[in-house]
């Protein structure tokens, strides 16, 4: 079992900057491929970024060039850095984790086996 805790949201204005964290117990994330995934309001859950054990990243087309994902596996943690916020980003925010034998599904949210419970970023215009 990976155990997943999101932290860092917040209330912020347009054209500022959070920064997101996803702290992992249970497993090592080495194995595993990592997401941010996000859901608005009214909106279905949608993919945000993803990063392969050997620090391949993916990027949703809305935040290429803005978002930057990392992970830290000695810390077992993922981040998530967002710059220029929009207020279209105002969502919640998961973090998840996807065992990557070779194919890495890493924008197919049923892919991933552990979620964590989100964290609510709000971008105010």
């Known amino acids: 079992q990976v155990q997943l805790v999101e932290s860092g949201g917040g209330l912020v204005q347009a054209g500022d900057s959070l920064r997101l964290s996803c702290a992992a117990s249970?497993?090592?994330?080495?194995?595993?491929?990592m997401g941010w995934f996000r859901q608005g309001p009214g909106k279905e859950r949608e993919f945000v970024a993803g990063?392969?054990?050997?620090?391949?990243?993916y990027y949703a087309d809305s935040v290429k060039g803005r978002f930057t994902i990392s992970r830290d596996n000695a810390k077992n943690s993922v981040y998530l850095q967002m710059n220029s916020l929009k207020p279209e980003d105002t969502a919640i925010y998961y973090c998840?984790?996807?065992?990557?034998?070779?194919?890495?599904?890493?924008?197919?949210?049923?892919?991933?086996?552990?979620w964590g419970q989100g964290t609510q970023v709000t971008v105010s215009s």
């Open positions: 998840a984790a996807q065992y990557v034998n070779s194919n890495y599904a890493y924008a197919q949210a049923t892919k991933y086996g552990y």
């Open positions: 249970g497993r090592t994330l080495s194995s595993y491929g």
């Open positions: 990063i392969r054990s050997g620090r391949l990243t």
